[in-house]
């Protein structure tokens, strides 16, 4: 079964940094993707960002496009997203799924992700201004 943890979120002031971290356990597809999503008070979920855990693609959504990175590191099973130059409207809970395919997640990609199987539990961003 699996499962997927979050980490790293926290508050920032506008203009900082954060990385946060996915851990990934349990899956044993041979492709499949991890996506990145935030939710902030009073909107819609929105995808952030995905990499592929088979050939290491990656998709960022245009509203966070030159200020996150996301990357993986397979030997860990876990997946960061690096987040810079914050502003309050980044200001969400972040959460990570997975169970799509490299192309089902790429082409989900920046919407809510009702079709991911598997969730963390969350990890909430606070940019202050």
């Known amino acids: 079964e699996g499962k997927l943890v979050e980490s790293g979120g926290g508050l920032v002031q506008a203009g900082g940094s954060l990385r946060l971290s996915c851990a990934a356990s349990?899956?044993?597809?041979?492709?499949?993707?991890i996506g990145w999503f935030r939710q902030a008070p009073g909107k819609e979920r929105e995808g952030v960002s995905c990499i592929s855990k088979s050939d290491g693609g990656t998709y960022v959504a245009d509203s966070v496009k030159g200020r996150f990175t996301i990357s993986s590191d397979n030997a860990k099973n876990t997946v960061y997203l690096q987040m810079n130059s914050l502003t309050p409207e980044d200001t969400a809970v972040y959460y990570c799924a997975a169970g799509l395919t490299t192309a089902q997640a790429m082409a989900y990609m920046p919407y809510p992700g009702y079709e991911y199987d598997y969730w963390g539990q969350g990890t909430q961003v606070t940019v202050s201004s």
């Open positions: 349990g899956f044993t597809f041979d492709d499949y993707a």
